[in-house]
């Protein structure tokens, strides 16, 4: 849905806003009784607990707790869930459009109602303490960066950190990420000991897609083999790695002729 956003905001020539609420989870209402041993520094009679009226980290009532809140906010700004997904929130009027897309506590603000984007920004700060983070540049791992063609979207950081957290000592560079006729099985090579980190490289490079499609079949035939990964299986996944050292600085871009 981010991607499909800024294709949206692209195609439209709107500007993203970026907003982050602080705290999220402290923000919503209990609607159950919920109890707490007093915390240490607070003194109480023996034998009293706490009553909580607001969510705290670390019940499993705070996510839920906060959407509600969260939801009431909204709606009263005029917003409605879209039929496609419920996390994008959109409104209209004579005026234009304005969509609002919510993850957990970050949102993207974009539209051509501009007045109304304006009033949206205060009436949340006024509910919530935001931080105003000013056009959007680095949203959950993705690099974006607007020109006046449209926006560049690229996790170049993000392949880095991959790189530097599989401790991968090959300097050498694949001009592709996988065999175009490889055929792979469950019995190729040896099992490994330890197959937590080619899982987690794996679920890492399945986040990658969003702005490399070019991995994707690569990626998707390796997940295959996620129960029970071999030296084979890792083999070809050091490949895929190796291509993107080479290929990091390669984005997507969408721009105002893009279509929708």
Not at 27 to 37: A, K, P, R, T, W
Not at 53 to 82: C, D, M, N, T
Not at 157 to 168: E, V
Not at 170 to 197: C, F, H, K, W
């Amino acid at each position: 849905m981010v991607r499909t956003l800024i294709a949206i905001a692209a195609a439209s020539s709107w500007s993203i806003s970026q907003m982050v609420v602080k705290n999220a989870f402290l923000h919503g209402d209990l609607s159950e009784e919920v109890y707490m041993q007093p915390p240490p520094g607070v003194v109480a009679p023996l034998g009293y607990v706490c009553h909580l009226r607001r969510a705290l980290y670390g019940l499993k009532q705070p996510p839920r707790a906060w959407h509600e809140r969260f939801l009431s906010v909204i709606w009263a700004a005029g917003f409605s869930p879209s039929a496609h997904d419920l996390a994008l929130f959109i409104h209209c009027s004579t005026h234009g459009r304005t969509l609002l897309l919510l993850y957990v506590d970050d949102m993207l603000i974009t539209g051509d109602d501009e007045d109304h984007i304006s009033h949206v920004k205060q009436q949340l700060s006024a509910e919530f303490q935001m931080s105003n983070l000013g056009p959007l540049s680095y949203f959950l791992g993705i690099e974006v960066k607007q020109s006046t063609k449209g926006y560049h979207l690229s996790q170049s950081k993000y392949i880095q950190d991959l790189t530097a957290r599989s401790s991968i000592t090959d300097n050498r560079i694949a001009a592709t990420p996988m065999d175009l006729y490889l055929q792979l099985r469950l019995t190729d090579g040896v099992p490994l000991e330890d197959p937590s980190r080619y899982r987690h490289i794996v679920g890492s490079l399945v986040y990658l897609t969003v702005t490399k499609p070019d991995i994707a079949h690569a990626v998707h035939i390796l997940s295959q083999f996620v129960c029970a990964p071999t030296s084979v299986h890792f083999g070809h996944l050091l490949r895929v790695l190796s291509y993107l050292r080479g290929a990091s600085s390669q984005s997507l871009f969408y721009t105002h002729d893009s279509p929708l």
